[in-house]
């Protein structure tokens, strides 16, 4: 079983900044933050991943508390080709990856 | 393209047929992993390898499946005698290092008619 909790979907407009959190109340203390984002008939793409504080790329900022029980995904100025699924992960390097349902994301004109 | 590659890309089959799928990991990626996903749902473990080694499998890994990375680079799926239940995408994926990202391929659809 998936370790998160996350919205099951999410509606936004092109230009405004999308913050997606996830609940992952068990963490062990040897878990990451991992975050993908999935298109229809594509496989899962890297988007971000943190241990502690706030993270950053090009593409995303990952927030994440100090008692790390919840993390936030956000998405600056999103787009109509951000609209996917986002998938929050716990992850114990070097093992596999346990996906939950993901949340579906939608991108309006 | 230095990503992860899989081909075919689909398949169709009839049931009962037997099926194969490569893998090719980006070069020098140690770990390579293989995810079965199906409609409206998040991809679920099936195997994985370190090198040439198979480490673990998934209970939903039944003796109809198989698995293979005989020199440690690309890898195989092997599925006999389909059922209708197989169809799904089948994704794989290859990773490197501490701390460990995996890169996923773009996945090889299944129709099992």
């Known amino acids: 079983l998936a370790k998160t909790t996350q919205p099951i979907s999410m509606d936004s407009y092109e230009g405004q900044e999308v913050n997606i959190t996830c609940s992952h109340n068990?963490?062990?203390?040897?878990?990451?933050i991992t975050w993908y984002q999935q298109f229809p008939s594509q496989g899962p793409r890297f988007i971000i991943q943190g241990y502690k504080t706030k993270v950053t790329n090009e593409v995303a900022s990952l927030f994440i508390p100090a008692d790390r029980k919840s993390s936030t995904l956000s998405l600056p100025r999103v787009s109509l080709s951000d609209t996917a699924v986002y998938y929050c992960l716990l992850y114990n390097q070097g093992g596999k990856l346990i996906f939950g349902q993901g949340t579906e994301l939608s991108v309006k004109p | 393209d230095t990503g992860v590659s899989q081909n075919p890309r689909h398949k169709i089959t009839k049931r009962g047929q037997n099926v194969t799928f490569r893998c090719d990991p980006i070069?020098?990626?140690?770990?390579l992993y293989w995810y079965r996903q199906t409609l409206g749902q998040g991809p679920e473990f099936l195997t994985y390898f370190q090198n040439e080694a198979q480490l673990e499998k998934s209970r939903l890994l039944s003796d109809r499946f198989s698995a293979e990375r005989p020199k440690g680079s690309f890898s195989t799926l092997e599925i006999q005698r389909t059922e209708q239940g197989d169809s799904a995408m089948y994704l794989c994926?290859?990773?490197?290092?501490?701390?460990?990202?995996?890169?996923f391929g773009p996945g090889t659809r299944l129709l099992v008619l």
């Open positions: 994926a290859s990773s490197v290092g501490t701390p460990e990202t995996q890169y």
């Open positions: 068990n963490i062990a203390t040897n878990d990451y």
């Open positions: 070069s020098e990626h140690n770990r």
